[in-house]
């Protein structure tokens, strides 16, 4: 899917644990577990390896429902003519120290919408929901090497800042670096 044949994505934030519908829980664990299964970076970690169903990440998704707070947590729900098409999760650091930064977790776009466009579309909004909505400066995020992440969040106008070298390992004699990514807002 290119993304000239895809609609532009339409935008709902979740702020609330009573504000989302068990029918888009259903969506983001299914969407959460096919993206897993494509390759995606974000295992939960109480899951199996993959492959992964649904089932394997409904406990995920309600502590993430269950952690939604205006001011400190903020779900973001990226839809196509009514589809979930990709999600992501900004919360404020909790730390008096690190209160004026953010970090960016969850980065997720259905594998039916690979490539159209989705992804840097949840990257800019995300950025305008935490500057003017939440009053944040500073956003983080981490990334695994080996996939290319890092180029396109660097599209996106993030910087790599550094790396934990062989942080992550999937399987043994497979070590990833986690590279450590920010953006000024």
């Known amino acids: 899917m290119t993304a000239s044949e895809v609609?532009?994505?339409?935008?709902?934030?979740?702020?609330?644990?009573?504000?989302?519908?068990?029918?888009?829980?259903?969506?983001?664990?299914?969407?959460w577990a096919a993206v897993v299964n494509a390759g995606g970076a974000v295992i939960p970690a109480d899951c199996p390896l993959p492959p992964l169903t649904s089932a394997h990440t409904e406990a995920a998704v309600d502590r993430?429902?269950?952690?939604?707070?205006?001011?400190?947590?903020?779900?973001?729900?990226?839809?196509?003519?009514?589809?979930?098409?990709?999600?992501?999760?900004?919360?404020?650091?909790?730390?008096?120290?690190?209160?004026?930064?953010?970090?960016?977790?969850?980065?997720?776009?259905?594998?039916h919408f690979r490539?159209?466009?989705?992804?840097?579309?949840?990257?800019?909004?995300?950025?305008?929901?935490?500057?003017?909505?939440?009053g944040l400066e500073l956003l983080k995020l981490t990334v695994r090497s080996g996939l290319g992440l890092e180029d396109f969040y660097g599209k996106a106008g993030w910087a790599e800042v550094g790396r934990w070298p062989g942080a992550l390992r999937l399987s043994p004699g497979d070590d990833r670096d986690e590279i450590l990514m920010s953006l000024t807002l």
Request: aromatic letters at 4%; one cysteine or more; hydrophobic letters at 45%.
């Open 7 to 31: 609609a532009a994505p339409a935008f709902t934030q979740f702020t609330r644990p009573s504000e989302l519908p068990s029918s888009v829980k259903r969506e983001l664990a299914a969407c």
């Open 64 to 111: 993430i429902a269950g952690q939604l707070a205006p001011e400190h947590c903020r779900l973001v729900v990226a839809t196509v003519d009514g589809v979930l098409a990709g999600w992501l999760l900004v919360r404020r650091e909790a730390h008096p120290l690190e209160a004026h930064c953010g970090t960016v977790n969850h980065v997720q776009t259905h594998v």
């Open 115 to 134: 490539g159209s466009g989705v992804g840097a579309a949840l990257m800019r909004r995300v950025r305008r929901i935490a500057r003017e909505e939440m």
